[in-house]
Nanobody, 125 residues
Framework: QVQLAESGGGLVQAGGSLRLSCAASGRTFTFSRYSMGWFRQAPGREREFVAAFRSGRDSYYQETVKGRFTISRDNAENTLFLQMSDLKPEDTAVYYC?????????????????WGQGTQVTVSS
């Protein structure tokens, strides 16, 4: 089993920054073996891709966050990060960390096997 726990969300003004963390744990969990991603969901909207590592190495981003968000990891601590800068009101959502055994997961919600409970990010104007 794999457990994921997000933290770091909060309320910020437009243009501000936040860093989200996702701590992964579980029996036989190998961080670099999994695709790890960040997704977000705003009220009334479907969960959408934000950023991800494929097999813990190659990174991918949703076009709207490219250049503003950076995904990174700490392999020693099995922790995934999302550094968010120049935040906009449209970034407001619950942000979820996800893990997938499939190397094809990346952007696809349905291919992820494990999810955290989410952390709220609210950006005011």
């Amino acid at each position: 089993q794999v457990q994921l726990a997000e933290s770091g969300g909060g309320l910020v003004q437009a243009g501000g920054s936040l860093r989200l963390s996702c701590a992964a744990s579980g029996r036989t969990f190998t961080f670099s073996r999994y695709s790890m991603g960040w997704f977000r969901q705003a009220p009334g909207r479907e969960r959408e891709f934000v950023a991800a590592f494929r097999s813990g190495r190659d990174s991918y981003y949703q076009e709207t966050v490219k250049g503003r968000f950076t995904i990174s990891r700490d392999n020693a601590e099995n922790t995934l990060f999302l550094q968010m800068s120049d935040l906009k009101p449209e970034d407001t959502a619950v942000y979820y960390c996800a893990a997938a055994q499939s190397p094809y997961a990346v952007r696809t919600v349905s291919l992820y096997d494990y999810w955290g409970q989410g952390t709220q990010v609210t950006v005011s104007s």
